[in-house]
C-alpha cells in the first residue's frame, strides 16, 4: 500500500473539510482534534503538524466558508453578464450552498463564532462584510447599466438581498430540512427583483 504524502495547503483544507462535515452531525461541543483525524485517517499528532488546536481548526472552517461565499460570486459574474441574473444566481448558490453543508448556520449562529469570542465573531463579521461588498458591486453594475433603480442605496439593498437568506435557512435548519427553502428563495427573489428592477 503506497501513501501518497499531500502539500500543507492540500492537507489543511482536507482537515477544514472534514471538521465542516462534523460539525454538521456533531456541532461543535462534537468538534475535537480525534474525530477530524479519525474522519480523514490519520493519527491525531499529525493534525498537530497542521494545526495547534480545534481554535485553529475552526478559524480554517471560517475560511473555508469565506472562499465558498466568494466563490460563488466569482462564479455567478462568470456565468452572466446581466447583473439581475448574477443576483439570481447568488441567491440560489448560497442557498445550495447551505443545503449541502448544513453545518455552515451552525457556524454561523453558533454561541462559541457568532456570539462568543470577540475574535471570531469579528472574523465573522469582516467575511460577511467581504460579502456584501461583492453584491454591491452587482447592484451598483446594474444601476450603472439602468437595470437597477438608480435611487436605491446598494449597501442597504445588498443586506436586503442577505435578508431573502438567512430567515429561510434558520428555519430550514431549525425544521431538520422539512422547510423548503429553495421554493422560499425563489418566491422572495420574484418579490426582491420587482422592487429593485427598473420598471
Known sequence: MTTVKLG????QEQIARAALGLLATHGLQGLNIERVAQRI???PSAIYRHFKSKEEILDAVLGLIEERLLGNVQAVCEE????????????????QLIRENEAVPRVVFSEEVGFGDPAKKSRLYG?????????????RRGQKEGAIRAELDPATVAVMFLGLIQPAAILWHVSSGRFDVTRQASKAWEIFREAIRTR
Open 41 to 43: 485517517g490519520m493519527v
Open 8 to 11: 500543507t495547503q492540500v492537507r
Open 80 to 95: 452572466s453578464a446581466d447583473s439581475l441574473e448574477r443576483l439570481r444566481r447568488l441567491l440560489m448558490h448560497h442557498i
Open 127 to 139: 467575511i460577511i462584510g467581504r460579502y456584501l461588498q461583492e453584491v454591491e458591486e452587482i447592484l
